[in-house]
């Protein structure tokens, strides 16, 4: 099928008209990294919630709305999360690891690579779809799509969980402590070429990219080779001090050979202050990774990261001199801690902009993520039906739509992240969309799904029981769409997903009627599936409108 990009309120998903991004280029914000003011309610609530996780539940939110912003940006930023090991949960042919046991640390098999992958990955999605209300699941993401490794390429299973773990334990920390262990990474050694880099024969694949993608990013060309932030001849020197280093068979670990490093001056260009780094052996890497933490660029670049993960794509000359640059001094001035940094994005006017909310277009990640959290999916409890059910429809459903956890597309991330002019819009093309519609049709429309080795389902009651007043159809409807969608809806929108929950020719009364019935009798079988279907029937209404594909 041609990946073509579609546009958002084609009709060919049925959607009513004008559900489109409500933020387009051009749009002026004045608020800047100042604290937000504003009234904290429900809508600010959801919009951090929805921003920084991959998805709130209703409940969620109230708690929110009843914090105050600095209680709320607080709770946000910490990450606690238990972590747990991947498990063997169906190769029976591993030599090592029995089913039920954990495969890490232990020796891989001539066939163990594959099951023991889709194991790592598919815990990796149970951490997301799991996790509590802060952004560690989120700034995971982030840092494996910004120190980006391919799990089919490293082809190691141990090298990538100590990798992922790396990412994850380091989530809210320090970037340059981060960087450091990047560097010298199993996985990433072997992914960028660091063990073929010897002195004599240096590879520069990574010294290029902890440049050009990782650290201070590549800035106009200026002359031959002289890109701004750093030239040609500085990724010679830099792949010189970054020999040495191998991954180390059958383990996690790296380790520095002095008899393979380059122990010659290393003389860098005046993008650098014509620094010259000399020999410190297994300690010279981290004199070059100051060197370049040492330019303000280097903030610059990676808060214009962190603002298009987080708020939007386009950066414009107001919101790079009232956003991004303060939030650049912020992080140099604390050492490159990434938690200060948020901490002052998400309790920003600029972040609360009513342009900021409900204007980027969900990653395949997001929107399978956000359906099961919003609903409140239950899936299976034990690993034997908890793997399955990850796996099936979470992992395996991301990857059909072009967004596969431990294997982006290229060293660069995902293009929707970095990819002008279509950004995020790329996450939308004609391969991925049905996929979108095909699972919120599946998920609302199925009261128990039934997969291999489990089953899961949502309580479209407990849903609707939120609300202020279910009996009532107008707030049930009113309230429930707030709460799925970011942004306000029209009338004509409103009366579309009325006619879903109450059929045409019937009124507000009926359904008053109906679930007066069901508070009153639930074992009445006739009278609550009636309920059960139209309450579902309307959900599905949400999840298919565009509006839900954005937050």
Known sequence: MKNTILDFSSK???????????????????????????????????????????????????????????????????????????????????????????????????????PRIES???RWFGNIVGAGNNVGEKMTLFWHNHFVTQMLTVRDENYTFDYYKTLRENALGNFKTLTEKMTINAAMLR?????????????????????????????????????TNYTEDDVVAAAKVLTGWRALRDTIESKYYSQLHDKTDKKFSSAFGNKVIKN???????????????????????????????????????????????????????????????????????????????????????FVVSIYRNLEMQFPRDYTGQYPAWLSLGFQYTAIQEMILGEPPSVSGWPAMYQAPGYHRLWVTSVSAPYRAVLA?????????????????????????????PQDAPTLIKELAEFLLPVELTNVQLEYLRLNLIPEGYENYHWAAVWAAYELDPSNEENTNIVNTLLRTFIRACLNIAEYHLV
């Not at 960028?192 to 990574?206: A, C, S």
């Not at 050009?212 to 031959?224: M, S």
């Not at 050492?335 to 990653?363: M, Q, R, T």
Request: negative net charge; charged residues 25%.
């Open 280 to 366: 410190k052996e297994d300690e010279e890497y981290k004199e070059l990774i100051s060197m370049i933490l040492n330019q303000d660029e280097t903030a610059l670049f990676m808060c214009r990261k962190i603002y298009r993960w987080f708020v939007y794509y386009e950066i414009d000359e107001q919101t790079e001199n009232n956003v991004i640059k303060p939030m650049a001094v912020l992080l140099r001035n604390n050492n490159y801690e990434v938690k200060p940094v948020l901490k002052a994005l998400f309790s920003s006017a600029h972040f609360y902009d009513k342009w900021n909310i409900g204007c980027v277009i969900k990653s395949p990640l997001d």
């Open 191 to 227: 992914y960028l070429n660091g063990n073929e880099n010897v002195v004599g024969r240096p590879n520069e694949n990574f010294a290029r990219e902890i440049m050009e993608l990782f650290t201070v990013g590549k800035g106009p060309l200026i002359g031959p080779g002289n890109y």
């Open 120 to 122: 790592l990955v598919t």
């Open 441 to 469: 049709d599946y998920v609302a429309g199925v009261p128990v799904i039934e997969g291999r080795g489990f089953t899961m389902s949502f309580d479209a009651f407990e849903l609707a029981k939120q609300t202020s007043n």
């Open 12 to 114: 060919e998903y049925n959607l009513p008209e004008g559900t489109i991004p409500q933020r387009t280029n051009g749009v002026l914000i004045d608020a800047g990294l100042e604290k937000y003011t504003g009234i904290w309610d429900k809508k600010t609530a959801s919009h951090l919630l929805k921003r920084a996780t991959f998805g709130p539940k209703m409940k969620d939110i109230l708690e929110f709305t009843g914090l105050t912003l600095d209680s709320a940006v607080e709770k946000i930023l910490q990450f606690d999360d238990p972590f747990e090991l991947p498990l063997n949960f169906r190769d029976n042919t591993d030599p090592y690891a029995k089913i039920g046991a954990t495969w890490v640390g232990l020796p891989s098999g001539p066939n163990t690579f594959n």
